[in-house]
T-cell receptor, first 112, second 113 residues
Framework: AQTVTQSQPEMSVQEAETVTLSCTYD???????LFWYKQPPSRQMILVIRQEAYKQQNATENRFSVNFQKAAKSFSLKISDSQLGDAAMYFC?????????FGKGTHLIIQP | DAGVTQSPTHLIKTRGQQVTLRCSPK?????VSWYQQALGQGPQFIFQ???????QRGNFPDRFSGHQFPNYSSELNVNALLLGDSALYLC????????????FGPGTRLTVL
């Protein structure tokens, strides 16, 4: 089975600080996509950021950016200027021919 | 523009019963995927429907079946419910083009007693 691994079950960061969530994945495909999804306590899954594997440039969306290392199969998420509304479960997700594969998630706590 | 909607919000069933969950995709989307999310876990892919056919399937038994209607809405059916089927069931829709993000609904919380 092709897996997605998030090694940090929980992370805590002070408001306004920067935090990085780690993710590694396994795939035999050359054409695939990577996503970070956020799931707040309300449980609605929301897309945070998207990366096409064929693009070398790291994706950025406002305060959110990724460090995509294709050879290492690593896809970390950096959140700058953390805000209380960023508190949620974050799922690293690989999209390929077999649909979306999710990691187990990282619970992000924002300390005021 | 309504996003992905799911019904019901919560459902309680007993072992051995059958359940049907419903999903309406986001406007303009014709592909619907279903996921099972156990407590404290990431979602697991059940199957995907496109053009009223099951296109892809995850590692779930035949007790899990689905349907897609001409208006792109979809149903997930689970027969012979087990305690282990208790979970949040998420529906997601996407445009046809592969690689586009999937938009998720709020989910249906199924409890099997």
């Amino acid at each position: 089975a092709q897996t997605v691994t998030q090694s940090q079950p929980e992370m805590s960061v002070q408001e306004a600080e920067t935090v990085t969530l780690s993710c590694t994945y396994d795939t035999s495909e050359s054409d695939y996509y990577l996503f970070w999804y956020k799931q707040p306590p309300s449980r609605q899954m929301i897309l945070v950021i998207r990366q096409e594997a064929y693009k070398q440039q790291n994706a950025t969306e406002n305060r959110f950016s990724v460090n995509f290392q294709k050879a290492a199969k690593s896809f970390s998420l950096k959140i700058s200027d953390s805000q209380l509304g960023d508190a949620a479960m974050y799922f690293c997700t690989r999209g390929g021919a077999d649909g979306l594969t999710f990691g187990k998630g990282t619970h992000l706590i924002i300390q005021p | 523009d309504a996003g992905v909607t799911q019904s019901p919000t919560h459902l309680i069933k007993t072992r051995g019963q059958q359940v049907t969950l419903r999903c309406s995709p986001k406007s303009g989307h014709d592909t619907v995927s279903w996921y099972q999310q156990a407590l404290g876990q990431g979602p697991q892919f059940i199957f995907q429907y496109y053009e009223e056919e099951e296109r892809q399937r995850g590692n779930f038994p035949d007790r899990f079946s689905g349907h897609q209607f001409p208006n792109y809405s979809s149903e997930l059916n689970v027969n012979a419910l087990l305690l282990g089927d208790s979970a949040l069931y998420l529906c997601a829709s996407s445009p046809t083009v592969r690689g586009n993000e999937q938009f998720f609904g709020p989910g249906t919380r199924l409890t099997v007693l």
